[in-house]
């Protein structure tokens, strides 16, 4: 079994900085893409980051230059680094990625069970 477990959501107020981290676990041999989503409440579940096994990043416009995403790949662990925070960035942030658990299988979606991040004053 795989697991993804994701840390380092709070409450913060505006403008400061909140690191995520995610890390995987279980009967690993590869972890692709790497995904970070956001819901706040009352909204649809929006992607926030992504970044595949060779690095190639993508960000949606509304966080481009205030989100970092990163992997270390020999801690099976990815990061999302959320700067300038402001009241609307106020959602669960979910980490997914593609990880296959054995050599010859395909990739299978596994999702992280959230974590909260709250920015107001």
């Known amino acids: 079994q795989v697991q993804l477990v994701e840390s380092g959501g709070g409450l913060v107020q505006p403008g400061e900085s909140l690191r995520l981290s995610c890390a995987a676990s279980?009967?690993?041999?590869?972890?692709?893409?790497m995904y970070w989503y956001r819901q706040a409440p009352g909204n649809q579940r929006e992607l926030v980051a992504s970044?595949?096994?060779?690095?190639?990043?993508n960000y949606p416009e509304s966080v481009k230059g205030r989100f970092t995403i990163s992997r270390d790949n020999a801690k099976n662990t990815g990061y999302l680094q959320l700067n300038s925070l402001k009241p609307e960035d106020t959602a669960v942030y979910y980490c997914?990625?593609?990880?296959?658990?054995?050599?010859?299988?395909?990739?299978?979606?596994?999702w992280g069970q959230g974590t909260q991040v709250t920015v107001s004053s």
């Open positions: 997914s990625a593609d990880i296959q658990d054995r050599r010859y299988g395909p990739p299978l979606n596994y």
């Open positions: 279980g009967s690993i041999f590869s972890i692709h893409a």
């Open positions: 970044i595949t096994s060779d690095g190639k990043i």
